[in-house]
């Protein structure tokens, strides 16, 4: 089973921290993170640098990792100014974040669902206009729907209006919805649950699980989605990330412990262990005062697991 890591620790990672990671060092990150056999990184946001100064050097950090055969360069953007800036860069797939609550909504970009999705729409017609321009590379562009499974700001989040919200998205005309839970409220029977849902309605577009680690159930969760038919992660390395307009939101699932879960498991994700760990290196060189998590890096891999036969 082949299953899709996307790295988003350079973006989501480096958003969530205090300190600003030079522009070398992010590159030698990512060329040792590509190195590693990750398909596809998230490599910053197009976002106003006062808001966010970490991610003031993307379009910069993007042209660099295009240099990666066979690597998708991602970005995120919350607003069509921040898609134009990223087509201009170069970027492979552009990710949006829409959040399912309108709390979480406001206080992120400001904006209520009807205006997320007039905002969605302006998105959409922008890269359409550049695939149409560019047919032999075209960008792809993924909604991720972000407190799908709770919000620190608004408490429960209705599953049918995660559901709704989704189906509004890909009506839109995006090419794909995955489920985010920014907050760390998720348990499994509502990722099986949720993930089963979006499946019914979009089928095929229904796209990645981005899931946290802040109670515990990070890797519980992915297990859950991949039973119900996900094959498309995202993770962080050192388990970097959160959001910093969800109050108590911390904790990527760590990219070292998801990749070892699915190899045991005979899953296929392209990456090599010893790889990652190299990355891990240099990603604590840049950042030696940044904690990093993990199980299977402080423990190593189990006597006589041999990754090449995974």
């Known amino acids: 089973m082949d299953v899709l890591i996307s790295e988003v620790g350079p973006r989501d990672g ?16 990512i060329d040792a993170l590509a190195a590693s056999g990750l398909r596809e990184i998230e490599v910053g946001s197009f976002v106003s640098p006062k808001l966010l100064p970490q991610m003031a050097d993307t379009a ?9 055969v066979g690597l998708r360069v991602m970005a995120l953007v919350p607003n069509h100014q921040g898609a134009v800036a990223a087509l201009e860069a170069g970027v492979h797939k552009i990710t949006v974040p829409v959040s399912a609550s309108e709390a979480h909504s406001l206080a992120n970009v400001r904006k209520t669902h009807e205006a997320m999705l007039a905002e969605l ?11 149409r321009l560019n047919a032999a590379t075209p960008v792809a562009l993924e909604v991720g729907l972000s407190t799908a499974f709770g919000c620190t700001l608004q408490g429960l989040v209705p599953e049918d209006d ?39 309605e979009l089928g095929e577009r229904a796209g990645a699980a981005h899931l946290h680690n802040t109670r515990g159930l990070g890797l519980a969760n992915a297990l859950a989605a991949l039973d119900v038919g996900v094959r498309a992660f995202d993770s962080s390395q050192g388990g970097l990330g959160g959001c910093p307009y969800a109050p108590g939101a911390s904790g990527n699932v760590v990219t ?5 879960m699915l190899h045991a498991m005979g899953c296929d994700t392209g990456v090599d262990f010893e790889g990652l760990m190299r990355a ?31």
């Open 256 to 260: 070292e412990d998801l990749v070892f």
């Open 14 to 29: 480096l958003q969530s921290i205090t300190a600003v990671m030079p522009t070398e060092a992010k590159c030698r990150w």
């Open 60 to 68: 910069q950090v993007v042209q660099h990792a295009r240099r990666h």
């Open 280 to 310: 891990r290196a240099v990603l604590h060189q840049a950042l030696p005062k940044e904690p990093l998590y993990g199980m299977v890096p402080e423990a190593g891999l189990p006597k006589g697991f041999d990754w090449t036969t995974r």
């Open 121 to 131: 729409r302006q998105v959409v017609s922008a890269v359409r206009e550049h695939n």
């Open 162 to 200: 995660v559901i709704r919200l989704a189906v509004a998205c890909a009506q839109a005309g995006v090419d794909e919805v995955g489920l985010s839970d920014t907050t760390g409220m998720a348990h499994p029977a509502q990722v099986r649950r949720l993930f089963q849902r979006l499946f019914a």
